[in-house]
């Protein structure tokens, strides 16, 4: 048994003790942190995942009112007893589309979604390929199947290839990557994941999480991008990042949905989605389809802040994504600098071990809509300042 006190004191010791902070959100994409001193400045936020603003957007805000106000605050039952609210199928016909998939599901929420679908697809005598930079859900969800865990080096094909060739085994086997990780930033080889795929004879689950809205023509992710969709047996991905709501999905065969309405077990014992929530990600995903524009904006200011980072003579590599992964080696560094930062008026994590390997902490800057050009110049600034100032001294 823990003792739960001397464990508090030794985390807050050792200064790894999470705690929450309330907040505000302002406009513009500032925060202000209820725990501070009453006249400290509101700060810019960077590391919300809303990347391209749909959760204040006038189309979402308004179909979302609506549901609320014809359908009432909760659906009041799981999806397969009296819970099966139209809104539903109005969605899952949506991100079908989205995702070139004959059918699509709604889980409560990514969590849920990976650790229903995992267990409902292997078991104890299959086995599971994972990236080793994988999602905690992920992660969770290859747990519960109680299949054989096997991780490769993050996004590497060689090593998946060899892991393959020696542990595929005779039972099922399936591989498990996201398109764009979420601490990276940096962007999975489908491609020849597909190939491995193929060969192997695998089934490939893809989350995509941090890539549905932002990439491919239709902001269908990068599986649209790569065009390996027709290869990705579940695209899953989430509607509580972009597509600035809550929830998840993934999108399949006819038949392999048909399967996990009776085995996703997160599905089926779950209260389906309150109808406002389902409505928002409905008139999100329209907005991603018809509204590409929201799609180059983002990439503009991504492009925008990475050029002011190298004009500040940062010479890190800043990965192809929204998620600008800024690393700076060790993890008391990366914490001064965010601290300093925060005392500039900038919000940005220190993503530290065992997060990330020991010796690449770094400091996460994740880009917005609702961050102005002119504060974006000014942070790269700010950013830039401060790295040469520490490491002056
Ligand atoms: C955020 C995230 C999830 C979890 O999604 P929620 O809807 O927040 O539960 C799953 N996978 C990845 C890669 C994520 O980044």
Redesign the pocket.
């Known amino acids: 048994m823990v003792d739960i006190k001397s464990w508090l004191q030794d985390q807050k010791k050792a200064g790894t003790l999470r705690k929450l902070r309330p907040l505000k959100r302002l406009r513009g994409g500032f925060v202000k942190l209820l725990d501070s001193p009453a006249d400290s400045k509101p700060l810019l936020d960077f590391s919300s995942?809303d990347y391209l603003a749909l959760s204040e957007h006038p189309a979402v805000v308004k179909a979302s009112t609506e549901a609320l106000q014809k359908y009432g605050a909760g659906a009041g039952a799981a999806r397969l007893m009296s819970g099966d609210l139209e809104v539903n199928h109005l969605l899952e016909n949506e991100i079908a589309k989205l995702k070139r998939k004959e059918a699509a599901l709604i889980f409560g929420?990514?969590?849920?979604a990976?650790t229903g679908i995992i267990p409902a697809l292997v078991g104890r005598n299959d086995v599971i390929f994972t990236d080793r930079l994988n999602?905690a859900?992920?992660y969770d969800g290859c747990r519960l199947s109680g299949a054989k865990l096997i991780r490769f080096h993050h996004n590497d094909p060689n090593h998946l290839e060899e892991l393959l060739k020696e542990k595929r085994g005779a039972g099922q086997a399936l591989i498990v990557v996201?398109s764009i990780y979420?601490m990276d930033g940096d962007r999975c080889p489908l491609a020849k994941i597909v190939l491995l795929k193929e060969q192997f004879d695998c089934m490939l689950m893809v989350?995509e999480?941090?890539a549905t809205g932002i990439f491919g023509p239709n902001g269908g992710g990068i599986i649209e991008e790569d065009r390996v969709g027709d290869s990705v047996d579940m695209a899953m991905g989430?509607?509580?990042?972009a597509l600035g709501s809550?929830?998840?999905y993934v999108a399949a065969s006819q038949e392999m949905i048909d399967y996990l309405i009776n085995k996703a077990r997160s599905f089926i014992y779950s209260t389906a989605l309150p109808p406002a929530v389902v409505a928002a990600s409905f008139a999100a995903v329209k907005l991603i389809q018809n509204k590409p524009q929201l799609r180059t904006e983002l990439r503009n200011k991504v492009n925008l802040f990475k050029k002011s980072l190298k004009e500040g003579r940062i010479t890190a590599d800043l990965g192809p994504s929204q998620i600008i992964p800024l690393v700076v080696g060790e993890s008391t560094k990366a914490v001064e600098i965010a601290s300093q930062l925060q005392q500039q008026g900038i919000f940005a994590t220190a993503v530290r071990p065992p997060t990330v390997p020991k010796g690449s902490s770094r400091l996460r800057f994740s880009i917005t809509r609702h961050l102005s050009d002119a504060d974006l110049e000014k942070t790269a600034a700010v950013v830039s300042e401060t790295l040469q100032n520490l490491t002056a001294q």
């Open positions: 995942n929420s990514g969590y849920m990976n999602h859900s992920i996201e979420s989350d999480a941090h989430t509607f509580g990042k809550y929830g998840a």
